[in-house]
């Protein structure tokens, strides 16, 4: 009975930072390129090689402090992490142990209908390793160092989530948070997030149990599929009169299972120690103050404006800071135009968007063309063609084939809103309809909607449908 | 002095002993910590860690990217190279 049981969840994700070049060398930070093209004699751990420290690195850490309410470390310290492996070439990973550059911070999830506090115990900063290739040849590994030094950003939670949606949840706050403060490019494919995750289980309100370690999943769908094998397999284990033994776990994607990786034959042992190449990076108040300016709006901030200031519905205003492009997108036409920012919401999340999904753009693309698109909802918001037609311009608006008010011309489709036209085939579109309209002063409204139907018939589709609607009401409670 | 586990330095360090050697070494680490040990004759009760004796900070350079373009002679220590990877043995954990 699985009910009986609760899964304790802290995670470890790594961020690759996007600086131009890696952590303690000058070769390009750059996924894609050919193989050790990005390898200098430092990455390749020569001897004699001495690492400089990229302050651009330094600054993201302090930005990500800001942004996930980190205490940001005045001294910090980088260690060695020695352990023999081909992609790490130097015998050791030069990370950071005793003394982090950011700890105890903090985000908030959404839980259910509530928002969750998820705690954070430290984030630091260390060098990525290489790439093994196993599947090119049966007897041989291939290694290509290219991401050898690559700047990562561990970033370790507290045991605070309990389910596999808060930890999606978690996760995507995270990549939300680090993409909108440019720091991590989010591009969990191409390894830029990845997430190790510890995952124990326990009876509801019993103490903690033995965690297994999962390492390395680098997809929202494989980290939900993970943790649910996970929490079953030692949940079986435990009902089977089994014990949990502490462990690190590969998940195997084409199975959806889970299985133990290192030898247990001897536990690991690290041997820290700080790293003599490197002295200890003492920040002052200055340099840190330096960076805040550069952490700019974070979606919380986004989200309150949006609501307060632009009375938006907060599911629109939710699909809207998802991303930052789409929020830079939204205030840009707001900046632009004097269009309503609730009417341009409506716009962006329904046709705007359904059409950058369609032709598979991206939403920076459409960057150029906000004049032409809030030209085009002005034309809509003043009723000079109807919201159908506006709908109907919007693909071409946006594919560059011409501005909203020529495209109105060429395709006739302006709004017939002069009232003395209207009124003439309203005149006309009543002749002969006597019993209906006793029907309607008899109470019945759908007649109403039979008369608009009628008239805007008439004018081909034309006919403004509110000014239609208001000179048939008249017209008819006169008769 | 804590006993030395021969077989587990031996195996973090990747280094493999004859089984006649491991006394000897054995014996010589023990040797060395004990050499090392005599600091534990000073009294450090009332001083605070010093993780560096300059105190100055690290040095660091500005985030710009200059490339080596030199593969071939990164390469050129490769056991076995197979176009622009190095080859290893199987190595899957």
């Known amino acids: 009975m699985s009910n009986n049981w609760e899964m304790v969840i802290g995670l470890e994700v790594h961020a690759q930072l996007k600086t131009s070049s890696k952590l303690f060398s000058s070769s390009p930070n750059q996924f894609g390129s050919e193989p050790n093209e990005n390898v200098n004699f430092i990455d390749s751990g020569m001897p004699g090689m001495l690492p400089v420290l990229n302050f651009g690195c330094i600054e993201m850490a302090i930005k990500t402090g800001y942004a996930l309410n980190f205490k940001i470390n005045k001294y910090s310290v980088f260690e060695r992490k020695n352990y023999f492996y081909p992609d790490l070439p130097q015998g050791y990973q030069i990370s950071q142990f005793e003394f982090p550059i950011l700890s105890e911070g903090f985000i908030n999830i959404d839980s259910g209908d509530n928002q969750k506090k998820i705690r954070i115990e430290r984030a630091h900063l260390e060098q990525d390793a290489g790439k093994s290739i196993h599947d090119i040849d049966p007897k041989y590994s291939f290694i290509d160092l290219n991401r050898v030094g690559t700047p990562l950003l561990e970033i370790v939670s507290y045991p605070d989530l309990s389910s596999a949606d808060e930890v999606i949840n978690y996760m995507s706050s995270l990549r939300q948070l680090l993409m909108y403060i440019d720091v991590c490019d989010g591009n969990m494919q191409e390894g830029s997030l990845r997430a190790d995750v510890n995952l124990s289980v326990r009876k509801k309100g019993q103490e903690l149990g033995t965690r297994c370690e999962i390492k390395n999943l680098n997809s929202f769908k494989f980290i939900k599929q993970a943790i649910e094998y996970e929490f079953q397999r030692q949940i079986n284990i435990i009902d089977g009169g089994g014990e949990i033994e502490q462990n690190t776990m590969l998940f195997d994607t084409s199975t959806g299972e889970t299985r133990a990786m290192r030898s247990k034959e001897f536990s690991h042992d690290y041997r820290y120690f700080p790293d003599p190449d490197l002295l200890p990076v003492y920040l002052s108040q200055e340099q840190i103050d330096k960076i805040k300016p550069s952490v700019g709006e974070l979606p919380q901030d986004k989200l309150n404006k949006y609501l307060d200031n632009y009375s938006l519905d907060k599911d629109i205003a939710k699909i809207i800071i998802t991303e930052k492009q789409n929020a830079n997108l939204f205030e840009k036409m707001i900046s632009e135009s004097n269009v309503k920012p609730k009417f341009i919401a409506a716009w962006l999340v329904g046709d705007i968007f359904a059409f950058i999904k369609e032709n598979n753009l991206e939403v920076n693309s459409l960057n150029d063309k906000t004049k032409d698109i809030t030209d085009l909802l002005r034309l809509i918001s003043d009723d000079v063609i109807s919201n159908k037609a506006g709908k109907e311009i919007l693909p071409k608006v946006l594919n560059g084939e011409g501005k909203p008010s020529e495209l109105v011309k060429v395709l006739g489709l302006e709004q017939v809103s002069d009232s003395g036209e209207l009124e003439k085939i309203i005149d006309e579109a009543l002749v002969g309809e006597e019993e209906n309209i006793l029907k309607f002063q008899g109470g019945s409204d759908r007649v109403l909607g039979y008369f608009v139907g009628k008239c805007l018939k008439a004018t081909k589709g034309k006919g403004n449908p509110k000014l239609i609607n208001k000179i048939l009401l008249e017209r008819l409670n006169k008769k | ?93």
Do not use: G
């Not at chain 2, 493999?16 to 600091?39: A, H, M, T």
């Not at chain 2, 000073?42 to 690290?58: A, G, I, Q, R, Y």
């Not at chain 2, 071939?72 to 954990?93: G, H, T, Y």
């Open chain 2, 1 to 93: 002095m804590s006993d030395i586990d021969i077989k587990r330095i031996s195996y973090l360090a990747k280094l493999k002993l004859p089984s006649e050697k491991e006394e000897f070494y054995s014996n010589s680490l023990k040797d060395i910590i004990k050499w090392v040990d005599n600091l534990k004759k000073v009294d450090t009760s009332k001083t605070e860690p010093l993780h560096n004796v300059t105190e100055k900070t690290v040095s660091i350079r500005n985030d710009e990217v200059s490339k080596s373009n030199c593969v071939d002679d990164v390469l050129s220590n490769a056991p076995e190279r197979a176009q622009n990877f190095f080859k290893v043995p199987k190595v899957v954990e």
